[in-house]
C-alpha cells in the first residue's frame, strides 16, 4: 500500500496535475458573503475540497479595558480547525499550527483594515474550518477579507490569497493537499489587488531566483481571480445577481 502512494503522478507527460488541472488553473472556488445571522459579517468559502466559514464581530468594547489602544482599534484573529475536519480526528485544544497561522492571517489583514477610524476598539475574526485539503490560510484569509467588508469594516482593499509552489519540477498555482506533501515548494501569497500590495508571502522548500520570482508572479495571478470571487460574492449579497 505503501509503495502505491509513492507512485502518485504529480504531474504527466501532458502537463496535467494528480487533480486532473492544469498548472496554472486554481481549484475550484466558491465565496458565499453572509449566512451567520449573530456575527456583523460573514463569509463561506469552498476552496477545492476546503470549506471554511468566518465570522466577524465588532468593532466593539475591548475587555479588560488596558489591552485597548487609544490610538487605533485592534484586530484579532482566531483560526480554528474541528476535530472532524482532517481525516485522523484532531485534537479540538488549539495547536501550534493553528496559532500561527491566526498570527499569520491576522498580520496579512492589518495592512488592509484601517484600525486608525475605530480607536479603543476590537475586531474579532473567527475562522471555523469545516473540512481541510491543503491551503487552508490562503482559502480563511480570502473568507475572512470578504466577511470583513460584509461587516462594514473600513478597509483600503481586501486581501486575496492563493498560493503557487513547485512539483515535479515545475511551478503550480493554487497547491493541494497531495502537492503539498509530495511537492517541493509551497508559496501561500496574500495580495491587495487594487494597491498591488503583498501583505503575506511564506515559502516552504527551496526555489532559485528565477523560480522564486516566477512562483510569486503566478501566486499573484491567482490571488486575482480569487479577488475577482470576492467582489462577486458581496455584489451578489448586496446586489442580487440579476444581469445587468
Known amino acids: 500500500m505503501g509503495g502505491r502512494d509513492t507512485t502518485l503522478v504529480l504531474l504527466d507527460e501532458n ?3 494528480c487533480d486532473g488541472r492544469k498548472v496554472d488553473e486554481p481549484r475550484r472556488i466558491m465565496i458565499k ?9 460573514s463569509a463561506y468559502i469552498e476552496f477545492g475540497d476546503n470549506k471554511i466559514i468566518v465570522g466577524v464581530f465588532g ?3 475591548v475587555h479588560p479595558k488596558h489591552m485597548s489602544n487609544t490610538d487605533t482599534g ?5 483560526y480554528h480547525m ?3 475536519s482532517v481525516t485522523e480526528r484532531k485534537n479540538p485544544a488549539p495547536s501550534r499550527r493553528e496559532i500561527e497561522i491566526s498570527k499569520v492571517i491576522k498580520e496579512a489583514l492589518e495592512p488592509a483594515v484601517m484600525l486608525d477610524k475605530f480607536p479603543r476598539t476590537a475586531v474579532d475574526v473567527f475562522i471555523e474550518v469545516l473540512q481541510a485539503d491543503g491551503g487552508t490560510r490562503c482559502a480563511a484569509l480570502s473568507a475572512a477579507s470578504v466577511a470583513l467588508a460584509d ?13 503557487a509552489g513547485k512539483a515535479a519540477d515545475t511551478i503550480i498555482l493554487d497547491v493541494n493537499n497531495e502537492e503539498d506533501q509530495a511537492g517541493q515548494a509551497d508559496m501561500p501569497i496574500g495580495y491587495m489587488p487594487s494597491l498591488e500590495k503583498i501583505t503575506l508571502l511564506q515559502l516552504d522548500g527551496v526555489l532559485t531566483p528565477a523560480e522564486y520570482k516566477k512562483c510569486v508572479e503566478t501566486g499573484i495571478h491567482g490571488c486575482k481571480i480569487v479577488y475577482e470571487l470576492q467582489k462577486k460574492a458581496l455584489t451578489e449579497k448586496y446586489f442580487g445577481n440579476g444581469e445587468k
Open 15 to 17: 502537463g496535467i496535475r
Open 151 to 163: 461587516a462594514g469594516i473600513p478597509m483600503r482593499d481586501m486581501v486575496a490569497a492563493c498560493a
Open 74 to 78: 485592534i484586530l484579532r484573529v482566531r
Open 59 to 61: 468593532p466593539r468594547d
Open 33 to 41: 458573503a453572509g449566512g451567520l445571522k449573530n456575527a456583523d459579517g
Open 82 to 84: 474541528e476535530p472532524f
